[in-house]
């Protein structure tokens, strides 16, 4: 299902989707089947926000009605209510994942990030107060 799946960022490779247990985390990685790199979602601390205020509401609305289950001693509406509860909170934290920007879990180890010498050889005077 589109839903769930995502492209690598690297190799273009398809289908690609993030394990289960990772939907409630904030960030999910997952191994690339084709190029093998590390790639983990993205996704704004916002949805996380909603996502968790989202999950929250379903767990209370859940323990709820898990408590009267347990008190009437109805056991197959138990574990309904405990897979109904769990297929809610999972279901947008997948989706989450996988349309969030797919972004790579190590930096590229041929980018420099150090800085770059100047051209033509001279350094520069320190900025501040000469002693004078």
């Not at 690598?8 to 247990?21: D, E, K, S, T």
């Not at 089947?33 to 979602?41: A, K, L, M, N, P």
């Not at 999950?55 to 323990?63: D, K, Q, R, Y």
Request: contains cysteine; glycine residues 6%.
């Amino acid at each position: 299902m589109r839903l769930f799946t995502f492209t690598c960022p690297l190799c273009g490779a398809q289908r690609q989707r993030f394990p289960m247990r990772t939907a409630w985390k904030r960030r999910a990685q997952v191994s690339c089947r084709e190029c093998g790199i590390d790639v983990r979602s993205d996704p704004p601390l916002g949805t996380y926000l909603l996502y968790v205020l989202y999950a929250e509401v379903i767990t209370l609305l859940a323990s709820l009605a898990l408590v009267v289950a347990y008190v009437t001693s109805k056991w197959a509406w138990l574990g309904a209510i405990w897979l109904v509860a769990i297929v809610l909170c999972w279901f947008p934290g997948a989706i989450r994942h996988a349309r969030s920007p797919i972004v790579r879990a190590m930096p590229d180890p041929n980018r420099s990030y150090a800085r770059r010498p100047s051209t033509d050889g001279i350094a520069e005077p320190k900025q501040g107060r000469s002693a004078s």
